[in-house]
């Protein structure tokens, strides 16, 4: 599924008609999660008969077609059964109440797309009614019935409406000179691949941060509920938003260049949650975004054909690469030095190359390291095999483009 994004060009009416929506479907969802919290035995079909109860009870819950707000119930409910199922370490993620519902979403009716596909048309009774949409995609080359989904998002720079449009992307990948990376992921460059080649860290928040925290000093000095701290509130959340987006494309874009530019893809797979609860570099790590890159990595190794491999990161720093020594050293040793066959490398370049060899381990089946000799061969036999294994080893080019509706 693709997603297209445009901004709405709304006035005052039609931007009060959308919080109105946004807090019917918050009272919706909470009212099916009560339900179900209070007789456990509900089913989606049980949420959504109770919608038809709501509307008969509260006049305002007759503006919108509430199916999908049922549907968002049942997607957390069934979510927190399916953790327990599956026996999930850690929180299993109850159901909670929402407080500060940012969307509202529309199946295939309510709406209407007009044939320049330039204005769309809500025709339920929340009266927002037309509304011209701001963006370079034309969404009028696709049929309707391939438009599943119509979402209206609020963000700090305003209200966005994205189409969930059901097409299959993939990309005819151009096959490298038998260009086989491992790749380490890191703070003081984004990452090293196995090449020796790194990318840098482009810190965001941390360049964003003297200016995140003068925007929070003005913010928290105006008096509560006055004018002038709802306009610092929208600067400081606007300034989040710069920062989240600048992670969102150097995500991309790095993902991207590194898929096209490569025949196989290994990475390690790390345990973020756990990762970040080191309270000396937890900004810095959630600064770096590693989830969000590797989940592009992941998408785009689908698109192109492409073998992304995650491997187990135990001893991948440790383990000398040339003749297999595990040396010890503390995270503040930067340099991997051997005593065994005297090898001095970058400790992120040796981790990499470690990744790459369990990855190309795992691709072959073999259960011991394959040495650089044998890399060319194992190129011959990825070829005949383009998958993509992801997090969960499975084929991840039917991964839904983010964010999902």
Not at 56 to 79: E, G, H, T, V
Not at 124 to 144: E, K, M, Q, S, Y
Not at 378 to 384: E, I, K, P, T, V
């Amino acid at each position: 599924m693709l997603i297209y994004e445009y901004k709405l060009d709304a006035n005052k009416k039609q931007i009060q008609a959308i919080d109105t929506a946004l807090r019917v479907v918050q009272f919706i969802r909470n009212k099916c999660i009560r339900l179900w919290m209070d007789e456990r035995v509900v089913s989606q079909n049980d949420l959504q008969v109770y919608c038809s109860t709501l509307a008969s009870q509260y006049d305002f819950a007759k503006c919108l077609n509430s199916q999908a707000s049922a549907d968002r119930a049942w997607f957390s409910i069934q979510r927190f059964y399916d953790n327990c199922k599956n026996k999930q370490p850690g929180k299993k993620g109850y159901p909670k109440f929402q407080h500060d519902n940012r969307s509202v979403e529309y199946k295939q009716t309510g709406w209407r797309l007009e044939s320049d596909g330039k204005h769309i048309e809500f025709s339920d009774h929340c009266g927002i009614g037309r509304v011209r949409l701001i963006g370079c995609r034309d969404l009028a080359t696709f049929p309707l019935p391939q438009i599943r989904r119509v979402r209206i998002v609020r963000r700090a720079d305003g209200y966005y409406c994205q189409f969930g449009v059901n097409a299959h992307r993939e990309i005819q990948h151009v096959p490298t000179t038998g260009r086989l990376l491992g790749i380490d992921m890191g703070l003081n460059a984004y990452y090293t691949d196995s090449e020796g080649n790194t990318v840098a860290n482009p810190r965001y928040l941390r360049k964003a941060e003297k200016r995140l925290k003068r925007l929070a000093r003005i913010h928290s000095k105006c008096a509560k509920k006055s004018k002038n701290r709802i306009k610092a509130q929208k600067k400081l959340a606007k300034m989040h938003l710069k920062v989240q987006r600048q992670r969102e494309d150097f995500a991309r874009k790095a993902a991207n260049a590194l898929i096209t530019s490569s025949d196989v893809i290994a990475y390690e797979k790390l345990s973020i949650r756990n990762v970040v609860k080191n309270h000396h570099l937890a900004k810095s790590m959630s600064d770096a975004s590693w989830g969000k890159f590797l989940s592009w990595v992941n998408y785009y190794g689908g698109i192109h054909n492409v073998p992304v491999i995650a491997v187990a990161p135990n001893f991948t720093s440790q383990d000398c690469s040339a003749c297999g020594t595990r040396v010890k050293k503390s995270l503040s040793v930067r340099t991997h030095v051997c005593h065994n066959c005297g090898m001095v490398l970058d400790r992120d370049h040796n981790a990499a190359v470690n990744i790459l060899d369990k990855g190309l381990m795992v691709l072959s089946g073999r259960q011991e390291p394959v040495g650089h000799a044998a890399h060319e061969t194992l190129l011959d036999r990825c070829a005949s095999t383009p998958v993509s294994k992801g997090t969960t080893g499975k084929r991840s080019g039917g991964k839904k483009n983010p964010p999902s509706l």
